[in-house]
């Protein structure tokens, strides 16, 4: 069975950090590309960043500029999000999805949640303020 677990998540001041992982089992990831992306309640999905299936090119998109980190460690089979000066608009619930192409329509797919691969089931991450 094909699986993507997220994890990392959970409840930080603003103004902290978290790092949210991304584990397949089943598969290798070494074949794909990754998209992180953020769903808040009664808000559109968002494509955060996205990394290609080698790890060469990432894409942030402007909300996480700067402060978002994607990466991966294809011997781990695990794909990484870090997360840094979190803001009071960051809370969502986070997930990784497989996709093929580039990172940047990888990120476009994600805010139509259209990525073609295989999906986690999200990780809640909270800001206090």
């Known amino acids: 069975q094909e699986l993507l677990v997220e994890s990392g998540g959970g409840l930080v001041q603003a103004g902290g950090s978290l790092r949210l992982s991304c584990t397949a089992s089943?598969?290798?990831?070494?074949?794909?590309?990754i998209g992180w992306f953020r769903q808040a309640p009664g808000k559109k999905s968002e494509g955060v960043s996205c990394?290609?299936?080698?790890?060469?090119?990432?894409y942030d998109a402007d909300s996480g500029k700067g402060r978002f980190n994607v990466s991966r460690d294809n011997a781990k089979n695990t794909v990484y999000l870090q997360m840094n000066s979190l803001k009071p608009e960051d809370p969502a619930v986070y997930y990784c999805?497989?996709?093929?192409?580039?990172?940047?329509?990888?990120?476009?797919?994600?805010?139509?949640?259209?990525?073609?691969?295989?999906w986690g089931q999200g990780t809640q991450v909270t800001v206090s303020s």
């Open positions: 089943g598969f290798k990831l070494d074949d794909w590309a």
């Open positions: 999805a497989t996709d093929v192409g580039v990172p940047a329509d990888v990120c476009r797919a994600a805010n139509t949640r259209t990525l073609v691969g295989s």
């Open positions: 990394i290609s299936d080698r790890g060469g090119r990432t």
